[in-house]
DNA sequence: GCGACAG
DNA sequence: ATCTTGTCGC
């Protein structure tokens, strides 16, 4: 049973086939708690993806269910460069997706501002058919196709991109940061609210504490308390970057709240449905 | 089999 | 994420 046809390329865009079943096809056992998600439509949707001409691919690697999208992310996690480092002064973008209730369209948004001073330099987004449901571990399928979108029209390159979900704090150490840094081949950290796996000790309760995450052993994030008295965010490394100066960037990026700059006015303006 | 579970 | 105003605590 397939959800998508691969996507195939056409001209200057990616067009992704229809889907050939619906989602509440599914079956799948391990799934089966998000049922209520799997009433989709069936429909035909082009994604414009017109990045940079040299990095243009031939074809966004794309799942035919969600056995091959875990499968996808754990061959695609062996390409993730865990190092590399980020100097000030340099551009910070923050990414974000929302659902637009009126018509189920995905709102993916693009703030890009200089650091250290933090001023915005620069703000794109993009409206794009949102066709992949909820699936806590497959978020990236879900966000990637309008992120995708909304970086093509960007005029500047930032120099890192700030992503609301994981990085590498992933069952399969390939969460959204990861796939849109490969993706967009830049350097990007996972800075998500919540946590999605892995385990931590006990945070101090000062603004700037920080807690090991860790899963089967592996250091793969780091819990950091951005703000006092918040819960905190967990960062964890996309692509080429390393974890330690992933979390400098996000303190970097802070002036005051818990979420950096970048990717609070990000979120800000996808649910602006800018 | 049961519990956990980014946005 | 989303349903949604006031309210508790700093
Ligand atoms: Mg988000």
Request: charged share 20%; hydrophobic share 45%; net charge positive.
């Amino acid at each position: 049973m397939l959800i998508f046809s691969f996507a195939v390329r056409r001209g200057n865009a990616l067009r992704i086939g229809r889907i050939s079943r619906l989602f509440a096809a599914y079956s799948l056992a391990a799934y089966s708690h998000v049922r209520q998600n799997l009433a989709m439509p069936e429909t035909t949707t082009t994604v414009n993806a017109r990045l940079p001409r040299a990095r243009l691919r031939v074809s966004l690697p794309w799942p035919a269910d969600f056995k091959q999208a875990a499968a996808l992310q754990r061959d695609l996690a062996s390409q993730v460069i865990d190092f590399g480092n980020v100097h000030t002064p340099y551009l910070a973008a923050g990414a974000d997706m929302h659902i637009r209730r009126s018509d189920g369209m995905g709102i993916a948004t693009v703030v890009t501002v200089a650091v250290p001073e933090l001023h915005v330099v620069e703000r794109a987004s993009a409206a794009v058919p949102v066709e992949f449901p909820y699936i806590p571990g497959l978020l990236s399928f879900r966000e990637l196709p309008a992120l995708l979108e909304a970086f093509s029209r960007l005029t500047v390159q930032p120099d890192v991109v700030l992503v609301d979900g994981q990085g590498q704090c992933h069952p399969r150490r390939f969460g959204l940061a990861c796939h849109l840094g490969l993706e967009l081949d830049l350097p990007t950290v996972g800075c998500a609210k919540s946590r999605l796996t892995g385990s931590f000790g006990d945070l101090g309760r000062d603004a700037g504490s920080t807690a090991d995450l860790e899963l089967d052993g592996e250091l793969i994030g780091t819990a950091l308390r951005s703000k006092e008295r918040c819960n905190p965010l967990f960062v964890s490394v996309g692509h080429k970057i390393s974890l330690q100066n992933a979390v400098e960037v996000v303190e970097q990026n802070l002036d005051g709240y818990k979420i950096p700059r970048a990717l609070r006015l990000a979120h800000t303006m996808a649910k602006s449905n800018a």
